[in-house]
């Protein structure tokens, strides 16, 4: 007896297709197709919540980057931190990301010129707190409103977040946190663990940039006393 169609997706690259094959038709690998839901038809139309207004019409406050502090890394990310904001920040290895983000963490946590002090949670899950914590006394990245997690499970950082409310999260780093559909590590992953903070705090798509070792990011709704 004939199969019924069934959309079968490689496990390597993606591809689909509807026959039983041994090998993916694009990556060649062997035995990687496996059964998927069918593609859908695509989303039915709906009616917006509201119009869309003129590009004149629409404020650009809410996008104004906050500085940082930080000279260089503000002319890198434009006028500084924008509101709902992620940023990744990758490097070769050793080269002092997570040293710089503790740095932005700690003035963020004190304020400063065009900003006042806000709430901020620094998420390691990489080191132990005592390590940061002995890294911070090296370079005075210290303040009452710093807070400090060592943790992995997106799970529990998630929890970090809405127990503490920062208007800054700084997680170092984003391929060592595991989360509900697997363990660390994978661009799928990384893009995961990415996006939830953000859900959690009622963020509705916010811009991403390149990298994939730490990420740094302003909850939107914020003050910027």
Same mark, same amino acid.
């Given at each position: ?19 039983? &094959? ?13 059964? !998927? ?13 509201? @119009? @869309? ?27 500084? *931190? ?5 940023? *990744? &920040? ?5 080269? %002092?990301?997570?040293? #710089? *983000? *503790? ?17 901020? #949670? ?18 005075? +990245?210290?303040?009452?409103? #710093?807070? #400090? ?17 920062? !208007? &800054?999260?700084? &997680? ?11 363990? +660390? %590590? ?34 939107? %709704?914020? !003050?910027?006393?």
């Amino acid at each position: 007896m004939a199969r019924n169609p069934t959309n079968l997706t490689c496990t390597e690259c993606g591809w689909s297709t509807t026959r039983w &094959l041994g090998r993916c038709g694009q990556c060649q690998a062997w035995g990687s197709l496996v059964e !998927s839901a069918p593609p859908s038809a695509g989303p039915a139309t709906a009616t917006p919540a509201a @119009a @869309a207004p003129r590009i004149t019409e629409v404020s650009a406050d809410a996008a104004r980057g906050v500085p940082t502090g930080i000279g260089e890394l503000d002319r890198v990310l434009g006028d500084g *931190l924008v509101p709902g904001a992620v940023v *990744l &920040l990758g490097s070769e290895p050793g080269v %002092g990301k997570s040293t #710089l *983000l *503790l740095e932005v963490a700690a003035r963020w946590a004190a304020g400063g010129p065009g900003r006042g002090a806000h709430r901020t #949670l620094y998420v390691t899950a990489e080191e132990s707190a005592p390590q940061v914590r002995r890294r911070a006394d090296r370079t005075g +990245a210290l303040g009452e409103n #710093l807070y #400090l997690a060592a943790e992995s499970d997106l799970g529990v950082v998630l929890g970090h977040i809405e127990a503490i409310a920062p !208007s &800054l999260l700084v &997680l170092d780093s984003v391929q060592t946190v595991s989360t509900p559909e697997g363990p +660390a %590590g994978g661009g799928g992953r990384r893009a995961g663990v990415v996006a939830h903070p953000g859900r959690a705090r009622g963020d509705e798509g916010p811009p991403r940039g390149g990298g994939h070792r730490s990420a740094a990011r302003r909850p939107p %709704g914020t !003050s910027r006393r």
